[in-house]
């Protein structure tokens, strides 16, 4: 495809199919998990038809909106071994501007004359990383066992705990990174569409990423 | 209908199983493969089809010999139902006016909240339809007049069941007249349960019976604190994003509108 001018690519179809896979499968997870924790949302089950091949009565959707659950935890924990090859390397660690990003909030609560410049990722996405990668190994970890409950009553119970815990932190970091992702940060959205995004964009969100490519150090 | 509870006078019971096997015949309950564990206890262990097991504890005497225990297993009817706090599909748990706590078969959906959720570890899997199964305290029975089928049977009287103001004086005037560590086992557990016990011995003399039941901590923490506070905090981080747009504004990139 020819490269409109002006644009530079800022993610591969790789990373761009990887973060639409962990998207849907996470975004399903969360309907479906709100259907099977609050009684008040029983209108989610309603969204299932009952199959009678999974049941022989009729507990109406909820049996295949569970099991549906179940097999789209497998997905997401499939999926988020694919995110750390794509972005583990750029995520997974602290340098002396991000803790810099740290003291002003990457100018995100308050007026900062000058936002420490970051690469790929500022300080703010590697902990949304960093956090999701911890979370993943607590949602599918507890999440099979809650499935197949082998570990015995009392640490069962635990895990209900901890697959609640997750609910509470990634329900409302993903609504803040949907939030910075589209309408907060005008022009990102692209990073996960077709993956062409402004220089402009580039210069004030990635500075010392669109030094390195441009100077050829890095590809994407 | 008023609310009643079973009364299990253990002090009475002489272990003949009549309760175990009226269970089985009223609920159309199959057989089990069972197993020889050393005791007269059979089958081993409560499961999906045995809602209703007595118990053998034997109790070694200082004088040499044994002292026999025996005790009725089967779910307690807590008025407070740690199965039903944590079972995600609405009604698939029910109470009656009566205070039976009820699993029903054809709403299951085999998540196995209940069965980690019981205090007293009551509810069981049929691994053929992965469906929760426990006794129902004869609910189809006692709303038509009729008191549970292991009541009926008990031919020592042990196993009685009526109103539940009557059952606890009953119960309180068995264990004074008991004496020693006799005690009442229910009335003050999970808001009290709808089947009590004079135990002549001390709770933990009794296999598996549990000393000091109560709703788990970590179900209390799932469903009473982390449940509403992740609503919580999703909402308030929707309206978070939505004030930081109204009063921050996005981050533009500065060229835009320039080029």
């Keep these: 495809m020819a490269k409109p001018k002006n644009l530079i690519l800022s ?27 609050f009684h008040s949302l029983s209108f989610i089950a309603r969204l299932f038809p009952a199959v ?18 179940n097999l789209c935890g497998l997905l997401f924990g499939v999926a988020f071994l694919f995110a750390l090859i794509a972005w583990g390397k750029d995520t997974l660690y602290f340098d002396e501007d991000d803790k810099k ?15 420490p410049e970051c690469g790929k990722f500022n300080a703010g996405q590697k902990t949304f990383f960093i956090v999701l990668f911890l979370f993943w190994l607590i949602m599918v970890g507890t999440g099979i066992f809650m499935w197949f ?35 907060g940060n005008p022009g990102t959205f692209q990073v996960m569409g077709h993956g062409l995004v402004t220089k402009g964009w580039a210069k004030k969100h990635r500075p010392k990423w669109l030094r390195d490519v441009e100077a050829g150090r890095r590809s994407v | 209908m008023e609310e009643k509870v079973m ?38 262990d409560l499961s999906w089809s045995t809602w209703n097991l007595i118990r053998f504890t034997e109790l070694p005497l200082k004088e040499g010999g044994v ?24 009604g698939a748990i029910s109470k009656t006016t009566e205070g039976a706590v009820v699993i029903n078969q054809e709403l299951c959906i085999g998540c196995k909240m209940c069965v980690n959720s019981c205090p007293f ?71 009290g349960t709808h089947v009590l016990y004079v135990i002549p011995e001390k709770v933990r003399m009794y296999e598996k019976m549990v000393v000091n039941p109560s709703i788990p901590i970590s179900l209390i923490l799932w469903k009473d604190v982390l449940k509403p506070l992740s609503a919580l905090a999703i909402g308030a981080a929707l309206v978070g994003t ?18």
């Design chain 2, 121 to 191: 570890e009551i509810p069981r899997m049929n691994p053929e339809n992965n469906k929760a199964y426990k006794c129902t305290f004869c609910w189809d029975r006692t709303s038509n007049g009729l008191i549970p089928a292991c009541a009926k049977a008990c031919a020592m009287g042990a196993i009685t069941f009526g109103n539940k103001d009557v059952m606890i004086a009953r119960a309180y005037a068995r264990a004074k007249v008991l004496g020693g560590d006799a005690t009442v086992y229910g009335d003050k557990y999970v808001k």
């Design chain 1, 101 to 115: 990003w740290f003291r002003v909030m990457g100018g995100y609560l308050w007026e900062v004359e000058k936002v």
């Design chain 2, 67 to 90: 002292k026999w225990l025996f005790r009725r297993d089967a779910c307690l009817h807590c008025t407070d139902p740690g199965c039903q706090r944590a079972c995600p599909v609405p």
């Design chain 2, 7 to 44: 009364l299990v006078d253990v002090s009475k019971c002489t272990a003949c199983r009549s309760c175990q096997v009226a269970c089985k015949q009223w609920n159309k309950l199959p057989a089990e493969k069972t197993q020889q564990v050393g005791t007269h206890q059979n089958p081993p």
């Design chain 1, 52 to 69: 009678p091949l999974f049941t022989d009565l009729y507990p109406g959707g909820y049996s295949t909106m569970k099991l549906l659950h």
């Design chain 1, 11 to 37: 993610s591969t179809t790789f990373e761009r199919v990887v973060h639409w896979v962990l998207a849907g499968s996470c975004l399903f997870l969360f309907l479906t998990g709100f259907g099977l924790m």
């Design chain 1, 149 to 183: 409950p082998i570990l015995g009553v009392e640490l069962t119970r635990w895990f209900y705990v901890l697959h609640a815990l997750g609910v509470l932190v990634l329900g409302s970091f993903l609504v803040l990174h949907i939030y910075l992702g589209t309408y």
């Design chain 2, 242 to 259: 939505f004030f930081h747009y109204v009063i921050k504004g996005p981050k533009r990139p500065e060229e835009e509108g320039g080029e």
